[in-house]
């Protein structure tokens, strides 16, 4: 092991001491608001929609409108007010303990940046649809690519952006490809496989793509990395977890499912003396 | 897309299988006679919450809520030295800042500690570094400190810019070794109940000492939590536990002051690069 006694280097962290170095954009009173090379009121204000500059804002990419258009369609479809949805009852349950619509809704929003359902899944959705498209580049084909991930896990088709808990199919991929026309895009070459797959897995586990699959292939197709899509949906959940916030709070305090002691199924020790330290 | 794909857009509710009650081990409520929403004692593993309040430290219930049992005198003593340890990042932890940030902005005081929390959620010294902590020590732990630390100088590569932590929990800060931590995880080991977990990792930190790296504060809090027998995954949120005082009080200290107490960098030097 060769060893390096220099002094410690600080020079990286005195030279952003005191000093604030930006990529993005700042604010300078008398002179405009600056974002990613772009003068705020008279480059984008009344000239972009709310969803370009916040994808801008998210990946330094100033898209156009019909994709930022797109995106706001997906995440229309992507939130609703269901507070059985685990994210929703955090807003519902902020609702009938008077949290603000804020800390609610933030919390419902922190609740799907989860492993199982919500924004972060979407980058193992992108990842996925790109790792699979270079692979049948490279030769290996559509069978060979889905046999492959469903053995990880003991043959199930357990593939990020195909199947869904709690249902089969999904109604979004069909309004999200109606969306998709009517924009004017074409499917390219990611959604093109995203199908190839989704017919394997029909056939032989009848599940289908959902909602998810669809969105990481086409954002693939538009040239963003899983970390973009990420960024991009940061808020996915935002209106149906304020939705439920808003249901729950215009109701007596602590009526959302209220249990009963006995509601509660305990596992645990039966009651017991406390014993002496040792 | 084929009728095929068609007719699977149809969505059919999977049947899946769900309890009719929610199930937990922990706390145990008994109904009043007269209304069985109120409780009228609870239980936490089987102990009665008022005799635990006449007859156990706080530090005690804490493991007990944890750990399904009553820790012994060294475990006691062993959190308790911990929860000190670590009660405040100090001021110049970004997530202590982003509690002051709160508190000079009159953000709602009720705001100041999930804000500050999830900034000490990250995986940069903070509660997403403490599970990987865990999971390296307990695996590392079979081999010798020297042993793990030589492969590692070997086959990690240090990054260009910024601190190394050549394993989750040790490394470098500001380009140092992190003082207090040393400090403190020596003081852990000379508590009776620390165990083999902290002692692995002291001689790790002395292993890699020449490269100006060492404990890291996320590295003596995940050492000391396996020792206390904790779990990886309850590793993190113990963590952001542990440091909540601290961030609470710096992020209150600054709430009813002006905007004008916290420094706010002029426009030369603000850079826009």
């Known amino acids: 092991?060769?060893?390096?006694?220099?002094?410690?280097?600080?020079?990286?962290?005195?030279?952003?001491?005191?000093?604030?170095?930006?990529?993005?954009?700042?604010?300078?009173p008398g002179q405009g608001v600056f974002c990613h090379g772009y003068n705020m009121m008279e480059d984008l204000v009344g000239k972009n929609s709310y969803f370009q500059v916040m994808i801008l804002n998210a990946t330094g990419r100033l898209v156009e409108r019909r994709l930022a258009d797109w995106v706001e369609a997906a995440q229309i479809c992507l939130s609703w007010p269901d507070p059985r949805i685990w994210c929703n009852c955090i807003g519902a349950l902020g609702g009938t303990m008077r949290s603000s619509v804020v800390a609610a809704t933030v919390a419902g929003i922190l609740a799907a940046d989860s492993k199982a359902y919500g924004q972060k899944t979407l980058t193992e959705g992108v990842r996925f649809i790109q790792g699979a498209l270079a692979d049948y580049k490279n030769g290996i084909s559509p069978q060979q690519i889905v046999s492959t991930e469903c053995a990880r896990f003991g043959g199930k088709p357990t593939i990020m952006g195909y199947a869904r808990p709690l249902a089969k199919g999904d109604e979004r991929v069909e309004a999200m490809e109606r969306v998709t026309t009517a924009l004017g895009f074409e499917d390219g070459e990611h959604l093109s496989l995203a199908y190839q797959i989704e017919q394997l897995l029909l056939?032989?586990?009848?599940?289908?793509?959902?909602?998810?699959?669809?969105?990481?292939a086409f954002l693939s197709d538009q040239g963003f990395s899983p970390e973009e899509v990420y960024r991009i949906f940061t808020i996915l959940v935002t209106s149906g977890v304020t939705a439920c916030y808003i249901d729950t709070l215009e109701r007596p305090p602590e009526t959302f499912l209220p249990l009963r002691c006995d509601d509660i199924d305990y596992q645990?020790?039966?009651?017991?003396?406390?014993?002496?330290r040792t | 897309m084929s009728d095929k794909t068609q007719k699977h857009r149809v969505v059919h509710r999977r049947s899946d299988t769900f309890v009719k009650k929610q199930l937990t081990k922990i706390w145990q409520e008994q109904p009043s006679t007269s209304n069985p929403y109120i409780a009228e004692s609870a239980r936490c593993y089987g102990y009665d919450l008022l005799e635990l309040m006449q007859h156990r430290s706080y530090v005690e219930v804490l493991y007990l809520?944890?750990?399904?049992?009553?820790?012994?005198?060294?475990?006691?003593?062993?959190?308790?030295?911990?929860?000190?340890?670590?009660?405040?990042?100090?001021?110049?932890?970004?997530?202590t800042r982003a509690a002051m940030n709160a508190g000079i902005g009159k953000t709602d005081p009720a705001h100041i500690l999930p804000i500050s929390l999830?900034?000490?959620?990250?995986?940069?010294?903070?509660?997403?570094?403490?599970?990987?902590?865990?999971?390296f020590l307990r695996k590392s732990s079979k081999k010798s400190a020297d042993q793990v630390a030589t492969e590692l100088i070997n086959k990690s590569i240090k990054p260009k810019e910024g601190d190394?932590?050549?394993?989750?929990?040790?490394?470098?800060?500001?380009?140092?070794?992190?003082?207090?931590?040393?400090?403190?995880?020596?003081q852990l080991l000379t508590s009776p109940g620390s165990g083999p977990i902290?002692?692995?990792g002291s001689a790790f930190a002395d292993a890699i000492k020449d490269f100006d790296m060492g404990w890291l504060t996320t590295g003596v809090v995940a050492a000391a939590l396996a020792d206390l027998r904790f779990q990886p995954r309850a590793g993190g949120g113990f963590f952001q536990l542990i440091s909540a005082p601290g961030l609470l009080a710096h992020g209150l200290e600054l709430a009813n002051k002006p905007f004008t107490a916290m420094?706010?960098?002029t426009d030369e030097d603000y850079i826009i690069e």
Request: glycine share 12%.
């Open chain 1, 268 to 276: 645990g020790p039966q009651p017991r003396d406390i014993p002496d």
């Open chain 2, 65 to 95: 809520l944890f750990q399904g049992d009553l820790p012994s005198v060294d475990q006691t003593k062993l959190l308790e030295e911990l929860l000190i340890a670590f009660i405040n990042p100090g001021p110049r932890h970004p997530a």
């Open chain 2, 198 to 200: 902290l002692a692995w």
């Open chain 2, 263 to 265: 420094p706010f960098p």
């Open chain 1, 1 to 28: 092991m060769s060893k390096n006694k220099k002094a410690p280097n600080t020079q990286l962290f005195d030279q952003y001491r005191g000093t604030i170095r930006s990529r993005t954009g700042g604010w300078f």
């Open chain 2, 164 to 186: 190394w932590h050549i394993a989750p929990g040790f490394g470098n800060r500001f380009g140092g070794r992190d003082e207090v931590s040393q400090k403190i995880a020596s």
């Open chain 1, 203 to 216: 056939s032989e586990h009848n599940e289908s793509m959902n909602i998810n699959g669809y969105a990481s």
């Open chain 2, 118 to 135: 999830s900034i000490l959620g990250g995986s940069h010294l903070g509660a997403g570094e403490i599970e990987g902590a865990m999971r």
